[in-house]
């Protein structure tokens, strides 16, 4: 198994361009998530899914968009890019949204830079 | 959400047990204690989990305290491999979110 892979690994964009972070699992984890990650901020929950077409919003959702119409993907869309955006963005998965005994597992992150 | 204490630093020598203390004093009945470490800034590498049992597997053990307020994370024979911030987390599901509440974590440094 890949596990659950992140594309692209790095991305500069300019202010007001739109894009499209990938993440794809394929261990058939019925919980996916996207998180940032910034300097003294720890990872916050952006928005998440637990299952196929059901997505719901985290702790900072302003600014991104998200679908799940298959289980293996979750992208995450950044429709017009703010330097507050600038981050790294990590897609997590785990076998169950029900179990609180299911752990997560992160890909290996993207790295945007909003300039 | 229960919230938990972390040291923001420890050191250890290479080959001793790391021992990580982590305080999660609101933590209630059916919340588990995950740790988690990152390495560099690579994507979090789950570690180990556990509810009120000691747990052990290949890369740790994890010793809970008998009434859950606290745990300690023991790399048995720390290696340079091991320095990374280590996170202890407490994991709850609110309305359907599987809430992972990361706070600053331990950084581990392993020295020769």
């Known amino acids: 198994n890949a596990g659950v892979t992140q594309t692209p690994k790095f991305q500069v964009l300019k202010t007001g361009q739109s894009m499209t972070l990938q993440c794809a699992q394929d261990?058939?984890?019925?919980?996916m998530s996207w998180y940032r990650q910034d300097p003294g901020m720890g990872l916050r929950l952006i928005h998440y899914?637990?299952?196929?077409?059901?997505?719901d919003q985290g702790e900072v959702p302003n600014g991104y968009n998200v679908s799940r119409s298959t289980t293996e993907d979750f992208p995450l869309r950044l429709l017009s890019a703010a330097p507050s955006q600038t981050s790294v963005y990590f897609c997590?998965?785990?076998?169950?949204?029900?179990?609180?005994?299911?752990?997560?597992?992160f890909g290996n992150g993207t790295r945007l830079t909003v300039t | 959400d229960a919230k938990t204490t972390q040291p923001t630093s420890m050191d250890c020598a290479e080959g001793r047990a790391a021992n990580l203390p982590c305080n999660h004093s609101?933590?209630?009945?059916?919340?588990?204690v995950y740790w988690y470490r990152q390495i560099h800034s690579q994507g979090p590498q789950y570690i180990i989990h556990g509810l009120k049992n000691n747990e052990t597997n290949e890369m740790a053990s994890l010793i809970i305290t008998e009434d859950r307020k606290s745990s300690t994370l023991i790399l048995p024979h720390a290696t340079l491999r091991d320095t990374a911030v280590y996170y202890c987390i407490v994991r709850v599901k609110i309305q359907g979110a599987q809430k992972l509440v990361f706070g600053q974590g331990t950084r581990l440094t392993i020295n020769p």
């Open positions: 997590a998965s785990s076998y169950s949204s029900v179990r609180n005994n299911s752990p997560l597992h």
């Open positions: 261990m058939n984890h019925e919980y």
């Open positions: 609101t933590i209630s009945g059916n919340e588990y």
């Open positions: 899914s637990v299952g196929a077409g059901i997505t």
